[in-house]
Each structure stands twice: as structure tokens, then as C-alpha cells.
């Protein structure tokens, strides 16, 4: 028997016992694979009625999640947990949920497909404040994409150390890949100046290279700061 076969009620209250961030996992493994989520709309930039109840830890039945029925109970219990779990997310903290270890320089981390397809099961854009990639070494930033626009984050903390680590880890973090991200949620075109965003923390790395283009954005960040 398939995963999916089992009723979503059955599957709602098994996983309800989960950590967030396993339950964010099991969320987007039966949505689809990490590879094939998309941001832009459709069926792959959102978790299926099964992934939604995994995650919000509520039963909810696809017709209310087709036609967003308000007032419905187990739908706003559901939508409050989702925005009080994922308000800080650190995704260093799901690599740590899927048993593997911290790999600086090996493929078995998370990698961008995975962190692209979490954001969008949880509706980062709308739901995350805060956001780290604790020692997610094998990130290079596309992965950040559903965050382009956001206008409701206000910390990000791209330096990947955790702890009492070493400031100057290497990293796969690509300037051309993350400033044009950041510079969306800093500069919204139908709102002006974003305000929200008040805190980015850059890897040690950016800091020594100061390539022009991470330059002119933190020129034009802390201008608006005052």
C-alpha cells in the first residue's frame, strides 16, 4: 500500500506527534519531489490537501482547501500553527530532521531544491520572519527564490554558522544568486522602500571578496535604514 492510500485523517493524526521540520519534510515527499516544486503558481508551488494536513496538523478536506472556506474551525486552527511554528525557521534544523549530518564539502546535506520546495510548502513569502541556514554548507542561494518579494521579513542570517563555529566556514553562497533576491524585499516596486527587512548577516566569505554588485546593495540597504 501506497503512503497516499491512507485516509488523510488517519495520516493527519499519526503525524500530528512530528517535529515541525519532519513534518515539513513528509509534507513536500508526498506533494512531490524536492526537484519539480516550482515558485510562480500551480500544482507545484504548494503542498497537496494530504501535505497540508501533514503539515498544519489538521485534517482538512480538499474541498475546503480548494475553495478556501473561511470560518471553518480545523482550517484556522490549522493556518494559526502553521504562522506560529514557521515565524523563525533556521533550515539548518531540517537537515538535522532528516538524520544527516552537517557535510561543509559533501552532497549529503539539503540542498537548494530542498530548501526551495520547504519555503513554498509553508508559504515562506507569508508566514517566515526569521530566517537562517545553519551550517547548510551546500546551499548556493537559487534555493532562496520564494522569498522574492517578501514584505514580511524582517532577519536573515546567510553567515551558515551555528554556535561557537568559526565565522570564516566556507561557502557555496553566490552573490549573483542571493543580492537580486534581497533586493526585492528590500525594494518592493508597488510599495517603495521595504522596511521590514532590518537584519542580514553575510558570509565571512562576501565580506573579504566585496564584489561590486554586494557592495552597491548594502550601500543602497543602509540607506534605507536611516
Known amino acids: 500500500m501506497d503512503f497516499n492510500d491512507f485516509p488523510d485523517f488517519l495520516v493527519t493524526a499519526v503525524t500530528s506527534y512530528l517535529s515541525k521540520e519532519s513534518r515539513a519534510l513528509l509534507a513536500v515527499a508526498v506533494t512531490a519531489p524536492s526537484a519539480s516544486w516550482r515558485c510562480g503558481g500551480g500544482r507545484r508551488s504548494k503542498p497537496s490537501v494530504k501535505g497540508l494536513s501533514i ?7 480538499e474541498f475546503v482547501c480548494n475553495i478556501n472556506l473561511l470560518g471553518v474551525k480545523d482550517v484556522a486552527i490549522g493556518a494559526q500553527r502553521l504562522e506560529n511554528e514557521w515565524k523563525n525557521f533556521d533550515f539548518g534544523d531540517l537537515q538535522l530532521a532528516t538524520g544527516k549530518r552537517y ?11 530542498d530548501l526551495t520546495a520547504v519555503l513554498l510548502c509553508i508559504d515562506a513569502a507569508n508566514i517566515v520572519e526569521s530566517l537562517k541556514l545553519t551550517r547548510c554548507h551546500n546551499i ?14 524582517k532577519r536573515i542570517d546567510l553567515s551558515l554558522v551555528g554556535e561557537h563555529d ?4 566556507y561557502s557555496k553562497l553566490k552573490v ?3 543580492v537580486p533576491i534581497l533586493k526585492s524585499i528590500v525594494i518592493n516596486k508597488s510599495i517603495g522602500a521595504c522596511q521590514q527587512l532590518r537584519h542580514v548577516q ?3 566569505q562576501w565580506r573579504q571578496e566585496k564584489k561590486d554588485e554586494l557592495t552597491y546593495f548594502m550601500l543602497a540597504y543602509n540607506g534605507l535604514l536611516h
Open 176 to 178: 549573483k544568486e542571493v
Open 103 to 113: 557535510a561543509p564539502f559533501g552532497g549529503s546535506s539539503l540542498d537548494d531544491d
Open 202 to 204: 553575510l558570509p565571512f
Open 166 to 169: 568559526d565565522p570564516r566556514v
Open 55 to 61: 503539515l498544519t496538523g489538521s485534517y482538512l478536506p
Open 140 to 153: 548556493t542561494g537559487r534555493g532562496l527564490e520564494p522569498l522574492r518579494g517578501s514584505k514580511i521579513l
